[in-house]
């Protein structure tokens, strides 16, 4: 297994217990233990945590792509919501690039479940704020 890569420069996402697996300009792999906290009713996870979830993912691999001095935030984000993930599972997200460009990137994060099952489709802009 490989080892997490720590994100301490991203507190929320460190809040939500966030563990980046694998990064590369490639794509950036990640996972989330499903918390009480981070729940609706029924003890299935929020669907702003799935954002949030896959936001990171996608920012952290926009991040990889940039030239130095250049920055990049979230411009739009389109979520489909597939399946539920309860307390106590463990969910896998998975961004790769559908274009990294000089003004934008954007990114597909697939969310999982332990059995492989698609439980949301993310597609995000990061735009490019140069130096």
Request: proline share 4%; charged share 15%; with cysteine.
């Amino acid at each position: 297994m490989a080892t997490p890569v720590e994100i301490p420069s991203l507190p929320f996402a460190a809040l939500m217990g966030v563990e980046i697996i694998e990064a590369s300009k490639a794509g950036v792999t990640g996972r989330l233990v499903v918390r009480e906290d981070l729940c609706t009713a029924g003890h299935i996870l929020h669907g702003g945590a799935y954002m949030a979830f896959a936001d990171t993912l996608g920012a952290v691999a926009g991040v990889l792509n940039l030239a130095p001095g250049a920055r990049t935030t979230t411009l739009e984000s389109k979520t489909n919501f597939l399946g539920s993930a309860k307390v106590g599972e463990t969910i896998t997200g998975e961004a790769t690039p559908l274009h990294v460009g000089r003004r934008s990137s954007v990114w597909r994060t697939r969310v999982t479940n332990a059995e492989g099952r698609l439980l949301a489709l993310v597609i995000q802009t990061q735009m490019t704020i140069e130096g």
